[in-house]
């Protein structure tokens, strides 16, 4: 893996992210029945900086969750022979709620597929959605995000990496080259 560029430093990142707060509010018409699920695991500190900026912007508490799609994955055997479970905590009724599901990188649409599951599994959301940092293309399946922070056209040789503080001491996405060479 070889590194190519920084797409976006932290105070892009914030940025980004602080607008796609405003605009889950304006579609949603609000904050009634809004709860947010971060997709382990860096949709998890992502979900979670969306809530703190609702609850500056409207000074409401959005419920946030936490969603282990392990064992959803229609790839869960070439993963692993034993999926690592790291749990789910959503601590909140889903039903009738409109449910956003976080995500650091879209890509084939296959964890977004398996989020839907799990979420469905749980209960009867009124509606979900899907937010994510950078939507870099290559669908598989026919999923789009209804928030996207940045559109990174990428080829299939390279990577988008989003670094979170939690997980890797920076916030930042980069861009790597992945191709054998």
């Known amino acids: 893996m070889i590194f190519k560029t920084n797409l976006m430093d932290s105070d892009a990142v914030m940025r980004t992210v602080r607008r796609m707060s405003h605009e889950i509010v304006e579609k949603n018409k609000g ?8 997709i382990l695991r860096r949709g ?3 979900a979670q900086k969306i809530a703190e900026n609702i609850k500056k912007f409207e ?13 959803y994955r229609d790839d869960i055997s070439e993963l692993s022979a034993q999926a690592h479970l790291n749990g ?6 889903v039903n009738g709620k409109k449910v956003v599901l976080v995500d650091d990188v879209l ?11 799990a979420i469905i599994a ?14 870099r293309g290559h669908r598989e399946l ?3 995000a209804n928030f996207i922070g940045k559109n990174f056209p990428t080829s299939r040789t390279e990577m988008i990496k989003v670094s979170v503080e939690r997980f ?3 916030t930042q996405v980069d861009l790597y080259d992945i191709s054998d060479r």
Do not use: H, N, Y
Not at 31 to 37: A, G, P
Not at 88 to 93: L, P, Y
């Open 59 to 71: 000074g409401v508490d959005i419920p946030v969750g936490i969603l282990d799609i392990a064992l």
């Open 88 to 93: 789910t905590d959503i601590r909140f009724d």
């Open 44 to 46: 998890v500190p992502i």
């Open 168 to 170: 890797d001491g920076k």
């Open 107 to 117: 890509f084939t649409g296959r964890t977004a597929r398996a989020a839907m599951e």
């Open 142 to 144: 026919p999923i789009c």
């Open 122 to 135: 749980l209960g009867r959301p009124s509606k979900i959605q899907l937010a994510v940092l950078v939507d």
């Open 31 to 38: 904050c009634d029945d809004l709860c947010l699920v971060g």
